[in-house]
């Protein structure tokens, strides 16, 4: 047997970085002296905002005795499948555990293990597919942890520049937020708790995602995104957040498909489409989908044996894909009350994917009273 290459141990820090579980330290008093990137997540807050707060203030459980228990500096604390609530997030339920730091009074390592039953990208209807994407929700997990690094380095970076360059950190800190929101609630979503909708402004749900694809790759000019909206159209119900990436995997891939022609185009329209309807399980009645967002290109175009298959987990044309975006627009899609379908233009070599979205005066959103809504055509 070989002996292991010998190399520079990590230090306690790089150690910590790496650990998928949130680990805060306390200093006397239980306010929070230090938190790993997994923390930052967990709370949802930077480290600069974190230090100093007092554990109790930040933090929820369902058994108020807990605080009262790890009072006593000394004696390591474990709780296990407790439920707790962190400020405007979802409830959640973890294991925690709470041990004296060694040769440091008063000073304790505190723990946490997120249990939350989570359903990451599952379809509508179950089966399969919920089962096969069980595995993107451990790597959704695993991607929090350096969302917290980029969003540090963007906030120092933020110091540095002049308020030109300054739009583009914030633009990196807003879309590491919104990445973070997008995987909790990934990895937070069941079919018994839907997600809220609300009205929204799809055209600036579009220039957003626009604004992050430019952002991204300010070295491709070569295709300009066609935008082609009516501007007469009124709000839809769904989500900000998902919008936005929902276009920006559409658009994404359609400039990957005509990358490779000189006269390649993307084209990004909105138009009213009436007649198209959904049967909505959740309120047993048929929701008008009048809206409809195309996103389109003229490349090569899906292979005709994949078409049928596209929207279905691990499929993808990419060598480095993983098969996962197009799942992912299908759900959010569908969390909005919505359908998304995909067609090819053989004739005018076009490929189009089309998203058909309710009106927010059509159905009310999921947190208001679904009684009083029973009237309404």
């Known amino acids: 047997m070989s002996e292991p290459a010998r190399g520079a141990i990590p230090d306690a820090s790089r150690q910590l970085g790496s650990l998928s579980h949130a680990v805060i330290l306390l200093e006397p008093g239980q306010s929070i002296a ?86 990451a990208l599952g379809d509508d209807s179950g089966g399969a597919d919920n089962a096969a994407l069980r595995g993107p929700e451990i790597m959704a997990h695993e991607i929090k942890n350096p969302l917290a690094g980029i969003r540090g380095a963007a906030q120092l970076l933020a110091r540095r520049v002049d308020d030109r360059d300054r739009a583009l950190t914030d633009l990196i800190t807003s879309e590491v937020d919104r990445i973070a929101t997008l995987i909790d609630r990934m990895q937070h979503l069941s079919r018994r708790t839907p997600p809220v909708v609300e009205p929204c402004n799809l055209h600036e749900a579009a220039r ?11 070295a491709n000019t070569a295709h300009r995104i066609e935008e082609e909206f009516d501007p007469s159209l009124p709000a839809v119900l769904g989500s900000s957040d998902g919008l936005v990436q929902v276009m920006i995997n559409l658009l994404s891939n359609a400039r990957e498909a005509c990358s490779d022609q000189d006269t390649g185009r993307v084209v990004i329209r909105t138009r009213f489409a009436s007649g198209l309807q959904l049967h909505a399980a959740e309120s047993g009645r048929s929701v008008r989908l ?18 049928e298959h596209i929207f279905e987990p691990f499929v993808t044309t990419k060598k480095a894909g993983q098969g996962l ?53």
């Open 34 to 119: 230090s938190a790993n990137p997994a923390a930052e997540q967990f709370f949802g807050q930077s480290l600069r905002r974190l230090v100093g707060k007092r554990l109790g203030n930040i933090l929820t459980l369902s058994d108020a005795r807990f605080f009262e228990r790890i009072a006593d500096v000394e004696t390591p604390v474990s709780a296990r499948e407790i439920v707790v609530r962190i400020k405007d997030r979802a409830t959640r339920r973890i294991d925690i555990n709470v041990a004296p730091v060694a040769d440091c009074p008063g000073w304790q390592v505190l723990t946490i293990h997120d249990n939350t039953p989570t359903e």
């Open 208 to 218: 957003r995602a626009i604004d992050v694809l430019k952002a991204g790759d300010l």
């Open 290 to 307: 009048p809206v409809e967002l195309r996103v389109s290109d003229n490349g090569p175009g899906v292979p005709a044996a994949m078409r």
């Open 325 to 377: 975006g197009l799942p992912l627009v299908r759900k959010l899609v569908r969390d909005m009350n919505g359908r998304i379908s995909h067609e090819r233009d053989e004739a005018g070599g076009w490929t189009h994917f089309r998203i058909h979205l309710p009106l927010a005066r059509e159905i009310k959103p999921r947190t208001a009273d679904k009684n009083k809504d029973r009237g309404r055509a």
